[in-house]
């Protein structure tokens, strides 16, 4: 089934989805996060409470003029990995975390996690050889349905500001060593109907487990047989989530979920609960790399 008409149907939908992003991310959060929630930890500092690990969120990755709070330009990716490069950070997955939790398996000093939302054409294109080239790794969340539509023809569009990746493309992803991916619902970036992957009001507890477990087992399934991947880390829709999102989670086998609020984690083996809920830090354009990594990972 193809879900996007053409590209100008495309170009309104990523628009709108960004925008409903800011917006979704505000009434789910309810405050406007400021720097000062990085100020208790710092990257990789050890503490009696567990090794803080701080997580970039990252969208899209272009050269043209779509730029703003979820979009960067390749120059600005690059100058952020070359920072955590030259300050000894050493990047890690969402398996290499639950490993260090679950299986007393070991992180490197000074770990961050690099992420990448929706699964958007542009991360692979210019996201791929600054990874290579300064060998660091990221988690990439795709969405199942935009994912669906780019892996058949006719394709909705080739341009990198709108493309997504295909299931051909996730498979080479993930041989390359360089990304590892993960589940960002199969249809649930949307705010049509509900928030997210947000339990509506009214909706029966019972319900809302059959919505979620449907749509996140669709495109887990489609993972297995497309990819050869099982992914174990959700990653929230907008940040949007509701008490029983994650116990929900735990039900499907997920080990770790990623929010959108903001803030450093800290990760003790005692507390497997801490994985779920993980902080991230959003990249806009515009800030300097070294104005944005300060508070978090000086």
Known sequence: MTI?????????????IMVAFTLTLSITLGVTMSEDVFNAVEGGQITEDGIAV???MYHSILKNSHLGKYVITPAEFEEDIRYLSERNYNSITMTDLINYVYNNGDIPLKPVIITFDDGNLNNYIYGRPILEKYKMKAVVSVIGSYTEAFSQPPYPTADPTYAHVSWDQIKEMAASGYFEIQNHSYNLHSINKRNGAKRRKGETIESYRNMLTSDIMKLQGKLREYCGIIPNTFTYPFGAVSRESDTILRELGFKASLSCLEGVNLINRDNKNVLFGLKRKNRPHGVATQAFFKKFCP
């Open 54 to 56: 701080p997580i970039i």
């Open 4 to 16: 996007f008409s053409g590209k100008r149907t495309l170009k309104y939908l990523s628009l709108i």
